[in-house]
């Protein structure tokens, strides 16, 4: 007994000021997938014809990019509710690269830079989702397991 209060005191000292780390992987996931955000935006913009279609375009982007912002400095705090808002954003971009942009926006031209950056800004926004889902209920547990050492 006294030897996992040991182990657990020596965690304690390394763990503790841990806690209160950003967690910067899912933050800099987030950050390149708004890099490929932007990159769809200037593909798109570029080359779809001019109509309504763009304006609304235009107002959805800036609401994603505001959208992914927000992701990456709450999943930078551990914000779970974030991860899995950034896993739904991901689940969008495959959506309307498969749908949207074919059927709705209809590029003639750059469809392969469009469909990369799509793909690729769903990919960062999914992994970095997952990696602040898992990161944050270990730290959950590790502060659950702190403060039962706590009170005894």
Known sequence: MENKAERLEEKQKKVHVSLFRKEKVSY???LFAIIAELVYVIGILDVMNKSYWMGI????NILMLF??????VKMNVYDKKW?????????YL?????????I???????QLLIAVSNFVGAALMAFSGIICIDKSEKRRKLQIELGNNREK
Do not use: E, G, K, N
């Open 67 to 72: 959208l992914m912002f927000t992701c990456a």
């Open 94 to 102: 495959v959506i309307r690269q498969l749908v949207l942009v074919p």
């Open 28 to 30: 800099s996931l987030t």
């Open 104 to 110: 709705v926006l209809q590029p003639y031209d750059r």
């Open 83 to 91: 991860a899995f808002i950034a896993l739904v954003v991901a689940v």
């Open 57 to 60: 375009t235009v107002m959805v």
